[in-house]
């Protein structure tokens, strides 16, 4: 198989390619290549895992490996964009792994388009935009608008700042020492969030799991936690709350726990399965909102 690069004179300042040859069995294929002026980086892989780290020479550097019988490899650069492509070509059973590692500098935008592998990201800081059918994400150090979608994977992101949008169909979602707007939902798995500073609106949510969130710093932001059959638990850690806190679960099918009183206690909705218990209590005056709900298990709230 080959491996097609499209190149612009202005790009190249140190660049190679190293392609190993084909047999009837099977040859690795590898791609080392470095790139200049490139603003956004748009990865698409079928099977294979993914690296990204901090260039340190200011320029986009790109290194692959990946079986040259079962994947065409295909690099274009359109003015200030580099696409890389992996293209199966492989008709059997078996496939192997591709391996890729981007370095890039500070605040280019990234895609990634991966069917199935794992992401592991450290010291990135720009726009990224992700995606895995079945595969995670790990993340640490990064700056930025981030936005993680997995089907299957786990999502884990610490040491971080940023605006996050979190998405993962049957896997965990779990950040620590993270600071931001938040929104991280799962449908299956358990969102759990420790030391985390909430500098924006934001939203923890799970359909059967778990949601749990362990406050860094006090809340400058609109909050809700939420789980449909399970328990969301706020620990404010200590820190002072200026604002109203709503706390909500089943009426018959829930609990509602916390180390205070409610000023105010209502039910929600005229159904026979659908009533809500509802209580409220207000902190101070200022226009932030807590929520705090489930359906089925227990929301609860705690400060230590």
Same mark, same amino acid.
């Given at each position: ?212 969130? #362990?406050?860094? #710093?006090?809340? &400058? ?29 089943? &009426?018959?099918?829930? &609990? ?43 929301? #609860?709230?705690?400060?230590?």
């Amino acid at each position: 198989m080959k491996s097609f690069i499209t190149r612009h004179a202005f790009l190249l300042s140190a660049a190679f390619l190293l392609l190993t040859g084909s047999s009837a069995s099977g040859q690795q294929g590898s791609i080392q290549q470095s790139f200049e002026n490139i603003e956004v980086v748009k990865i698409n892989i079928g099977y294979g895992d993914l690296t990204v780290e901090k260039s340190t020479s200011g320029r986009v550097e790109v290194k692959g490996k990946y079986n040259d019988d079962e994947v065409d490899v295909e690099l274009k650069t359109n003015g200030g964009k580099l696409s890389i492509n992996e293209k199966s070509s492989w008709k059997g059973n078996k496939k192997e792994k591709s391996e890729w590692t981007l370095k890039l500098p500070a605040s280019t935008d990234l895609t990634v388009n991966i069917g199935a592998g794992e992401s592991h990201i450290n010291g990135y800081a720009g726009e990224l935009e992700a995606n895995s059918g079945t595969g995670g994400f790990h993340l640490a150090d990064v700056k930025g608008k981030i936005h993680l979608n997995s089907g299957t994977g786990n999502i884990e992101i610490q040491d971080s700042d940023g605006n996050f949008n979190l998405n993962s169909g049957t896997g965990n979602v779990k950040l620590a020492k993270v600071s931001g707007a938040i929104s991280a939902n799962s449908g299956t798995g358990n969102v759990m969030a420790d030391n985390v500073s909430i500098t924006g609106d934001s939203g923890l949510n799970s359909g059967t799991g778990n949601v749990s969130l #362990s406050l860094g #710093s006090p809340i &400058k932001g609109d909050l809700a936690l939420n789980s449909g059959t399970d328990n969301s638990r706020l620990n404010f850690n200590g820190y002072n709350f200026d604002g109203t806190l709503v706390m909500k679960c089943g &009426k018959d099918s829930g &609990k509602i726990e916390a180390p205070f009183g409610f000023d105010k206690e209502e039910t929600e909705g005229s159904g026979r399965y659908d009533n809500t218990l509802k209580k409220t209590r207000k902190f101070g005056d200022s226009a932030v909102e807590i929520t705090v709900s489930t359906g089925t298990g227990k929301a #609860s709230v705690q400060n230590k």
